[in-house]
């Protein structure tokens, strides 16, 4: 029995090609893109969730009461973790985690820029980084390291690494340090990422701070006892505040700001794990919004069943269709469920052959994906048992929806009328109608918010920053140079091109550069009783000129002044934090036994992202550590050619370097990495939404023409011209579209506002944005119409009244 | 073999009522070859399919082989009907994607006959029926009268006790319906009794007794000399 089952399936599948064709396509696509957003959401949603000791860590932050608000921040200083872990005994174990500089390593003739994290023995002993050879206790001494097996691959290809010696540059320093032990490749769905773990010692500054409580370079992370939980010991921590950080306590006082509900100026509490990578504090964690992986699964889930809902839809018209068989069939003698499994098993093939299909889709595209969209994720997660479990149900579900409920509604009908192939089908049509106004609800959601999306990146890209940035190069001066020298050898060698304007310099970059960092430098001192809080930038003669920042008070910087060391140049909103009528002369007490002059006010400009509002700003030309960048100011008309230009003189400084320069244009996109990948996914899903629920319109209408082939061949012989035919047969259709688009628009408002609801710089969501979606849908929804609906009226009536 | 006492069908639309059969009476004895004639509408196909188990009467009674089936249940009766009637159509209806060997497979298939029986018994029916040669063809590939033949061998592979025939000429021209006639005839012969609805009075001319319907009842019977 089951084999002829099988056989008819076949059969039927090959007789109707093109529907098969349809409906496996659109699987096996829906189910490619499935599997691919879902890996990627497993993935994100799996962060550290490798470690062992999981539920038991977490990262210390503290939360400051601020003249201007609640602050949070996870830098601490450096005697935080030696003492914490002296005061609670349930502290297991702690860590500091240090990173930024130290980064560039040398073995032999080798020179590598390797990231290397400054820790204390606890880490490997808190965290799952399983060390594969050598010491199973690293970093005993001082000048023992631990690396992870691929940098043991770029350092020393095959030879052995353990007991090797190389040298890493600590704060300008190079050092010799002792390979002791390998460690475990990173998995990718990791926070910590690092090639070389030396101990926290070597930190640059530890030894000036390592009693200082106001200096901040690091972050602390711990791991409690198994009994103790994370409620109970944030209730400990307000104590430990009030005895070590007294001094910071009194300054917030000082400001007159008001303690929290509990009563405190500053507590400390604890991040756990799991919600590292989602977190904005941390600056390990990647503030990934946890609505990220959750709407890959939405749209997936999206995609998904818009080509199931075109698998029944398409059964269940074909099974109208057939209805002679089925009539033939239960006159022979067959039941009803015997009936729906037959159904189901061709359910069930054309499911198998899409999942293939798709399966293989999905691992031919993988590399593409992980190019565009989200590096490193791996298809292994497909191999896992609940995984698998979640695929098979699901699998068998919409077969048995696809198959088993069209046949159900068939077998229903009564025995004579099927066996003369005559169907009341009002019923049915409801349901498809129904099912096709979701899909387009889903597909005209999706087209929405890709154009709202749209409109946002550009309004980013677009909207004038307050200074130039499409004529700037922005290079970032190899840690192993030294800037000042560098700065200068550059400003002599381009003095001379004459497609340079100026030069300039600063310690942080603008944008996020091809280094990928993105720093912030905050500074805060009293003034006139007033706790002032700013972000600092050190900068070079010319900052102004090289980006064309407009003075709107004073003077800007120098070489004329001796005293512009301690000179100053604010923004508008520093200068309105001051409180001043005019801001230039204010003396500005930033260090201890120093005051500051203000000299210049420039007009405000975006030195940061659009997700924030302008802050205030201060410029110093007092170069208290180095700068890191140097910008040049082209002439606009010889874009590349310029480039070429810096990059050669940047080559003769420093041959050995890996040059990062970029475009300031580049480094502002470089921001909105996160909402062009947003806004990536939401044309993909569009386009594939579309695409599928267009796959099954087309089918739809090709068998409701055959269905009406006879009313049209009637009515053409009474007169009808073509385009009242295709009008006739595609009214129906465009009208769900339509009601689709209406019921869409509302839902893809109150989304889209809330994501906008990110960025301090937003557009408002236009009414005709949803026109103009709407326009977009019915005009695909009209040609895929068109293609059958013109066919039919074009047919010779003669023909298909012969049918009947 | 059927009993059937003052039977009613009746069929209603919102608007309309239609009697399809009112008060009809009628018996069929075992080993019997019975034709029913009646213009059109006179519910000639609606007695057929109540016969066949196909559908159920709104009143009255109805014995197969001494059991009361008017009030039987779907799964009752479609149990009952294939292991004991067989079908054949004015339209054949033979499914397309099925070949002749597998079309007159399929009522011994929802019987639950074993394979190799089923393979036996439907080669001794195409046999039979002269069409053993046709046997991996699709149903389309026939003429009509081919295909008229595998609906027969189709309705008695399962060896049914009775076999009812809606018009099986009608679409045939006159040698291939004779050819269809002198088979069921020879059914018969052999013991199958057999209700036919036909318009062709030459065919009526093959039963044994003639049953001539007029708006839903039966208004007189001939028997055949």
């Given at each position: 029995m089951l084999r002829n089952y099988f056989k008819i399936a076949w059969r039927n599948l090959w007789k109707h090609r093109s529907f098969s064709l349809i409906i496996v396509c659109g699987m096996a696509v829906a189910f490619a893109a499935a599997i691919l957003l879902s890996v990627t959401a497993h993935q994100e949603l799996t962060y550290d969730q490798f470690h062992e000791n999981k539920d038991h860590i977490y990262q210390l932050y503290d939360?400051?009461?601020?003249?201007?608000?609640?602050?949070y921040g996870a830098t601490m200083p450096v005697p935080m973790a030696p003492t914490l872990k002296n005061e609670y005994g349930d502290i297991v174990y702690i860590t500091r985690w240090g990173s930024g500089e130290g980064e560039y390593v040398r073995y032999k003739d080798k020179e590598l820029d390797l990231s290397t994290r400054a820790v204390d023995p606890d880490f490997l002993r808190m965290f799952s980084f399983p060390v594969v050879a050598g010491d199973k206790s690293p970093l005993k001494e001082l000048n023992h390291i631990a690396i992870t097996e691929n940098c043991a691959k770029t350092l020393f290809g095959n030879e052995e690494a353990i007991g090797k010696t190389l040298e890493i540059q600590f704060g300008g320093e190079w050092r010799s340090m002792l390979v002791t032990a390998i460690v475990k490749n990173i998995p990718t769905n990791s926070s910590f990422k690092f090639d070389i773990l030396t101990r926290f010692e070597n930190f640059p500054g530890y030894k000036?701070?390592?009693?200082?409580?106001?200096?901040?370079?690091h972050e602390v992370f711990l791991q409690l006892n198994e009994n103790v939980s994370k409620a109970s010991m944030e209730k400990r921590l307000p104590a430990f505040s009030q005895k070590y950080m007294a001094g910071k306590i009194e300054d917030l006082k000082k400001a007159g700001v008001q303690p929290d509900a509990e009563g405190y100026y500053t507590r400390m509490k604890l991040i756990p794990l799991e919600d590292l990578h989602f977190t904005n504090i941390s600056n390990t964690g990647a503030g990934v919004s946890r609505f990220y992986p959750y709407l890959l699964v939405l749209i997936s889930a999206f995609i998904l069943f818009i080509a199931c809902v075109n698998f029944v839809n398409l059964s269940l018209a074909r099974s109208f269709t057939r209805a002679k068989e089925i009539g033939i069939r239960k006159v022979m003698g067959a039941l009803r469920w015997q009936l729906i499994t037959q159904f189901w098993g061709e359910a069930l093939i054309v499911s198998s052959m899409a999942l293939l299909v798709g399966v293989g889709l999905a691992y031919w595209l993988l590399p593409y994906y992980q190019a565009i969209f989200y590096p490193g994720i791996s298809m292994r997660v497909l191999g896992s048992p609940l995984f698998l479990a979640y695929l098979v149900l699901g699998f068998l579900f919409i077969t048995l929806l696809a198959g088993g409920y069209p046949a159900w509604v068939v077998s229903a009908f009564n025995t004579v009328q099927t066996v003369k192939g005559k169907l009341a089908t009002g019923k049915s049509n409801a349901l498809r109608n129904t099912l096709m106004v979701v899909q387009f609800v889903l597909s005209s959601l999706l087209i929405i918010c890709t154009f709202i999306a749209w409109q946002q990146l550009q309004y980013l890209r677009n909207k004038p920053l307050g200074f130039n940035k499409e004529e700037i190069i922005s290079i970032p001066i190899s840690p192993t140079l030294e800037s000042e020298k560098a700065i200068q050898l550059m400003r002599t060698k381009l003095a001379q091109q004459p497609q340079v304007i100026s030069i300039t310099a600063a310690d942080i970059n603008m944008g996020k550069g091809r280094d990928g960092s993105l720093q912030t430098s905050i500074m805060g001192f009293d003034y006139?009783?007033?706790?002032?809080?700013?972000?600092?930038?050190?900068?070079?003669?010319?900052?102004?000129?090289?980006?064309?920042?407009?003075?709107?008070?004073?003077?800007?910087?120098?070489?004329?002044?001796?005293?512009?060391s301690l000179a100053l140049i604010i923004n508008e909103t520093m200068a309105k934090q001051l409180g001043e009528g005019s801001a230039v002369g204010a003396l500005l007490p930033v260090e201890e036994d120093k005051n500051y002059t203000v000299i210049g006010v420039v007009k405000d400009f975006h030195f940061k992202s659009l997700h924030q509002e302008v802050a205030p700003l201060t410029l110093s030309l007092n170069h208290v550590w180095p700068l890191q960048y140097i910008f040049v100011r082209v002439q606009p008309t010889a874009l590349a050619s310029a480039m070429e230009m810096v990059t050669k003189a940047y080559k003769e400084i420093d041959p050995r370097s890996m040059f990062e320069a970029s475009y300031l244009d580049?480094?502002?996109?470089?921001?909105?990495e996160r909402e062009t990948k947003l806004s990536k996914i939401f044309v993909s899903g569009a386009v594939l939404t579309i695409l599928i629920s267009c796959m099954g319109l087309f089918a739809i209408v090709l068998l409701v023409i055959v269905q009406r082939t006879r009313e049209i061949g009637i009515r053409k012989v009474l007169g009808a011209s073509v385009p009242h035919i295709v009008a006739l047969v595609s009214k129906d259709f465009i009208r769900l579209v339509a009601l689709a688009i209406i019921i869409a628009s509302p839902l893809a408002w109150y989304i889209m506002n809330q994501w906008l609801k990110d960025f301090a710089y937003r557009i408002t969501i236009e009414w005709w944005?949803?026109?103009?979606?709407?326009?977009?849908?019915?005009?695909i929804a009209f040609i895929t119409l068109s293609f059958q609906s013109v066919k039919a009226a074009l047919k010779n009536p003669v023909k298909s009244l012969r049918t009947e | 073999m059927i009993k059937i006492k003052d039977l009613e069908k009746i069929y209603r639309t919102e608007e309309v009522e239609?009697?399809?059969?009112?008060?009809?009476?009628?018996?069929?004895?075992?080993?019997?070859?019975?034709?029913?004639?009646g213009p059109s509408g006179c519910g000639k196909s609606t007695l057929l399919n109540i016969l066949g188990l196909l559908d159920d009467p709104d009143g009255g009674s109805f014995m197969f082989n001494n059991i009361e089936v008017a009030h039987f249940n779907e799964r009752k009766?479609?149990?009952?009907?294939?292991?004991?009637?067989?079908?054949?159509?004015?339209s054949f209806n033979l499914i397309d994607e099925l070949t002749v060997f597998e079309n007159v497979e399929l009522p011994l298939i929802y019987t639950g006959v074993k394979s190799a029986e089923r393979?036996?018994?439907?080669?001794?029916?195409?046999?039979?029926?002269?069409?053993?040669?046709?046997r991996n063809h699709y149903p389309q590939q026939l003429s009509g009268g081919q295909q008229q033949r595998v609906a027969v061998a189709r309705a008695v592979v399962n060896r049914p006790k009775l076999i009812l025939a809606d018009e099986p000429t009608g679409n045939l021209d006159s040698s291939n319906g004779n050819e269809v006639m002198q088979l069921l005839t020879d059914l018969n012969e052999q013991g199958t009794t057999i209700v036919m609805v036909t318009h062709s009075e030459h065919d009526a001319r093959y039963s044994h007794r003639i049953i001539r319907m007029l708006d839903g009842q039966t208004v007189l019977e001939n028997i055949m000399v």
């Amino acid at each position: 029995m089951l084999r002829n089952y099988f056989k008819i399936a076949w059969r039927n599948l090959w007789k109707h090609r093109s529907f098969s064709l349809i409906i496996v396509c659109g699987m096996a696509v829906a189910f490619a893109a499935a599997i691919l957003l879902s890996v990627t959401a497993h993935q994100e949603l799996t962060y550290d969730q490798f470690h062992e000791n999981k539920d038991h860590i977490y990262q210390l932050y503290d939360i400051d009461q601020r003249p201007n608000g609640i602050e949070y921040g996870a830098t601490m200083p450096v005697p935080m973790a030696p003492t914490l872990k002296n005061e609670y005994g349930d502290i297991v174990y702690i860590t500091r985690w240090g990173s930024g500089e130290g980064e560039y390593v040398r073995y032999k003739d080798k020179e590598l820029d390797l990231s290397t994290r400054a820790v204390d023995p606890d880490f490997l002993r808190m965290f799952s980084f399983p060390v594969v050879a050598g010491d199973k206790s690293p970093l005993k001494e001082l000048n023992h390291i631990a690396i992870t097996e691929n940098c043991a691959k770029t350092l020393f290809g095959n030879e052995e690494a353990i007991g090797k010696t190389l040298e890493i540059q600590f704060g300008g320093e190079w050092r010799s340090m002792l390979v002791t032990a390998i460690v475990k490749n990173i998995p990718t769905n990791s926070s910590f990422k690092f090639d070389i773990l030396t101990r926290f010692e070597n930190f640059p500054g530890y030894k000036t701070n390592s009693d200082r409580w106001d200096n901040r370079n690091h972050e602390v992370f711990l791991q409690l006892n198994e009994n103790v939980s994370k409620a109970s010991m944030e209730k400990r921590l307000p104590a430990f505040s009030q005895k070590y950080m007294a001094g910071k306590i009194e300054d917030l006082k000082k400001a007159g700001v008001q303690p929290d509900a509990e009563g405190y100026y500053t507590r400390m509490k604890l991040i756990p794990l799991e919600d590292l990578h989602f977190t904005n504090i941390s600056n390990t964690g990647a503030g990934v919004s946890r609505f990220y992986p959750y709407l890959l699964v939405l749209i997936s889930a999206f995609i998904l069943f818009i080509a199931c809902v075109n698998f029944v839809n398409l059964s269940l018209a074909r099974s109208f269709t057939r209805a002679k068989e089925i009539g033939i069939r239960k006159v022979m003698g067959a039941l009803r469920w015997q009936l729906i499994t037959q159904f189901w098993g061709e359910a069930l093939i054309v499911s198998s052959m899409a999942l293939l299909v798709g399966v293989g889709l999905a691992y031919w595209l993988l590399p593409y994906y992980q190019a565009i969209f989200y590096p490193g994720i791996s298809m292994r997660v497909l191999g896992s048992p609940l995984f698998l479990a979640y695929l098979v149900l699901g699998f068998l579900f919409i077969t048995l929806l696809a198959g088993g409920y069209p046949a159900w509604v068939v077998s229903a009908f009564n025995t004579v009328q099927t066996v003369k192939g005559k169907l009341a089908t009002g019923k049915s049509n409801a349901l498809r109608n129904t099912l096709m106004v979701v899909q387009f609800v889903l597909s005209s959601l999706l087209i929405i918010c890709t154009f709202i999306a749209w409109q946002q990146l550009q309004y980013l890209r677009n909207k004038p920053l307050g200074f130039n940035k499409e004529e700037i190069i922005s290079i970032p001066i190899s840690p192993t140079l030294e800037s000042e020298k560098a700065i200068q050898l550059m400003r002599t060698k381009l003095a001379q091109q004459p497609q340079v304007i100026s030069i300039t310099a600063a310690d942080i970059n603008m944008g996020k550069g091809r280094d990928g960092s993105l720093q912030t430098s905050i500074m805060g001192f009293d003034y006139k009783d007033k706790i002032i809080r700013t972000h600092w930038q050190l900068v070079d003669y010319d900052y102004l000129k090289t980006f064309g920042l407009q003075l709107v008070e004073g003077r800007d910087f120098s070489r004329e002044y001796g005293t512009d060391s301690l000179a100053l140049i604010i923004n508008e909103t520093m200068a309105k934090q001051l409180g001043e009528g005019s801001a230039v002369g204010a003396l500005l007490p930033v260090e201890e036994d120093k005051n500051y002059t203000v000299i210049g006010v420039v007009k405000d400009f975006h030195f940061k992202s659009l997700h924030q509002e302008v802050a205030p700003l201060t410029l110093s030309l007092n170069h208290v550590w180095p700068l890191q960048y140097i910008f040049v100011r082209v002439q606009p008309t010889a874009l590349a050619s310029a480039m070429e230009m810096v990059t050669k003189a940047y080559k003769e400084i420093d041959p050995r370097s890996m040059f990062e320069a970029s475009y300031l244009d580049e480094n502002t996109d470089r921001q909105y990495e996160r909402e062009t990948k947003l806004s990536k996914i939401f044309v993909s899903g569009a386009v594939l939404t579309i695409l599928i629920s267009c796959m099954g319109l087309f089918a739809i209408v090709l068998l409701v023409i055959v269905q009406r082939t006879r009313e049209i061949g009637i009515r053409k012989v009474l007169g009808a011209s073509v385009p009242h035919i295709v009008a006739l047969v595609s009214k129906d259709f465009i009208r769900l579209v339509a009601l689709a688009i209406i019921i869409a628009s509302p839902l893809a408002w109150y989304i889209m506002n809330q994501w906008l609801k990110d960025f301090a710089y937003r557009i408002t969501i236009e009414w005709w944005v949803f026109v103009l979606a709407g326009l977009v849908a019915i005009f695909i929804a009209f040609i895929t119409l068109s293609f059958q609906s013109v066919k039919a009226a074009l047919k010779n009536p003669v023909k298909s009244l012969r049918t009947e | 073999m059927i009993k059937i006492k003052d039977l009613e069908k009746i069929y209603r639309t919102e608007e309309v009522e239609t009697v399809a059969l009112n008060k009809l009476s009628l018996e069929v004895k075992e080993g019997e070859f019975v034709a029913v004639m009646g213009p059109s509408g006179c519910g000639k196909s609606t007695l057929l399919n109540i016969l066949g188990l196909l559908d159920d009467p709104d009143g009255g009674s109805f014995m197969f082989n001494n059991i009361e089936v008017a009030h039987f249940n779907e799964r009752k009766r479609a149990d009952l009907r294939k292991h004991n009637i067989g079908f054949v159509f004015q339209s054949f209806n033979l499914i397309d994607e099925l070949t002749v060997f597998e079309n007159v497979e399929l009522p011994l298939i929802y019987t639950g006959v074993k394979s190799a029986e089923r393979k036996k018994r439907v080669e001794e029916v195409l046999d039979k029926m002269q069409i053993m040669h046709r046997r991996n063809h699709y149903p389309q590939q026939l003429s009509g009268g081919q295909q008229q033949r595998v609906a027969v061998a189709r309705a008695v592979v399962n060896r049914p006790k009775l076999i009812l025939a809606d018009e099986p000429t009608g679409n045939l021209d006159s040698s291939n319906g004779n050819e269809v006639m002198q088979l069921l005839t020879d059914l018969n012969e052999q013991g199958t009794t057999i209700v036919m609805v036909t318009h062709s009075e030459h065919d009526a001319r093959y039963s044994h007794r003639i049953i001539r319907m007029l708006d839903g009842q039966t208004v007189l019977e001939n028997i055949m000399v």
